[in-house]
């Protein structure tokens, strides 16, 4: 299953994630954990919409979605709507 937005192509990007815990004397770190990698997924949403008249299940992520609600078009799309 892709993890893409079907708009504005937007898809997970990869990244680390590092925990720690606070050292009590001096406010020093006591102990570090290694950095681990991770991925950030795209907050998508199954969607359907309204394009040109004819209805379509789409995955969009929500900036998208905002987009659509507010100026009813978005990139080559003219007339678009939520159903």
Not at 26 to 43: A, I
Not at 46 to 61: D, Q
Not at 69 to 81: A, G, L, P
């Amino acid at each position: 299953m892709s993890v893409i937005c079907q708009i504005c192509g937007k898809k997970k990007a990869y990244g680390n994630s590092q925990k720690h815990r606070r050292g009590v004397a001096g406010k020093r770190w006591l102990k570090r954990t290694t950095v681990t990698p991770r991925e950030f997924l795209p907050n998508l949403q199954k969607v359907t919409v309204l394009i040109n008249g004819i209805k379509k299940n789409m995955k969009l992520c929500t900036k998208c979605i905002k987009r659509i609600k507010k100026f009813k078009s978005i990139k080559d799309y003219k007339r678009i709507e939520l159903v």
